[in-house]
């Protein structure tokens, strides 16, 4: 079941804090703007899987929304892929520590070539688009992504964030994201987390400082202005 999550009432009652701002970013470059969908992979989809998210199921019809007018408008999709890192072992103790038991079937279930570690079949992936491996939850974490050199070999200064968890990898990402300097905006009806109360939180959060709430169907609408006026 998709979020019963309005993204309305959460830039309403910030508004009311700020002088009725609501979003900042009401128009895009599409030529500067990317799309991350972020870990919309087997491991995170099908029911059963090591790190399951079940509402990520009902969130991809609004991330191939928002892919379609992407691309449509001269933008880049990249897919963002959680990967066991080759070093695991040695690299981020702190994070195997933490998934105590739960670790070995995480870190094989994520191992370039493994089934859960690639992109559910229901996604709309073209040719132009570009699939980016990282390993850690933010693409930015320095040295764990190519991210950063493709944003900056792309001319990017936009991005656009759906996919899953809201409350981990798509929050970090955001968060870095700005920190970075970005422009970013959250696709308040493309994000999916283990429940309502987690993912209302965290958009709540990102709209105070971090980013913009848009649904999938204003960003296509802002896409296809952007396009028509170029």
């Known amino acids: 079941m998709p979020h019963n999550v309005d993204h309305h009432a959460i830039l309403d009652r910030l508004a009311a ?37 079940p509402a990520a199921r009902s969130i991809v019809d609004e991330i191939n929304t928002i892919s379609r007018a992407v691309r449509d408008a001269g933008g880049l999709n990249i897919f963002l892929r959680y ?38 079949d229901g996604l709309d992936i073209a040719e132009s688009d570009l699939v980016v491996d990282k390993h850690r939850f933010s693409g930015f974490t320095h040295g764990t992504s190519t991210l950063p050199q493709v944003l900056e070999q792309n001319d990017i200064d936009t991005v656009i964030i759906s996919g899953t968890l809201t409350n981990c990898c798509c929050e970090s990402t955001a968060r870095d994201a700005m920190q970075n300097n970005y422009r970013v905006i959250m696709a308040a009806d493309a994000n999916a987390a283990l429940s309502d109360e987690e993912h209302a939180a965290t958009l709540h959060i990102l709209a105070m400082v971090f980013a913009d709430l848009r649904s999938s169907e204003e960003l296509a609408a802002i896409l296809l202005e952007a396009k028509q006026v170029a």
């Open 83 to 120: 990967t066991t890192p080759d070093d695991w072992d040695s690299a981020w103790t702190v994070f195997w520590q933490r998934m105590g038991i739960a670790a070995a079937g995480h870190r094989e279930a994520f191992t370039p070539g493994a089934h859960y570690h690639q992109l559910w």
């Open 17 to 53: 804090t700020r002088g009725g701002v609501r979003n900042v970013f009401d128009r895009l470059n599409p030529r500067k703007t990317a799309h991350f969908i972020v870990d919309m992979q087997n491991g995170f989809m099908e029911e059963g899987a090591p790190v399951e998210v």
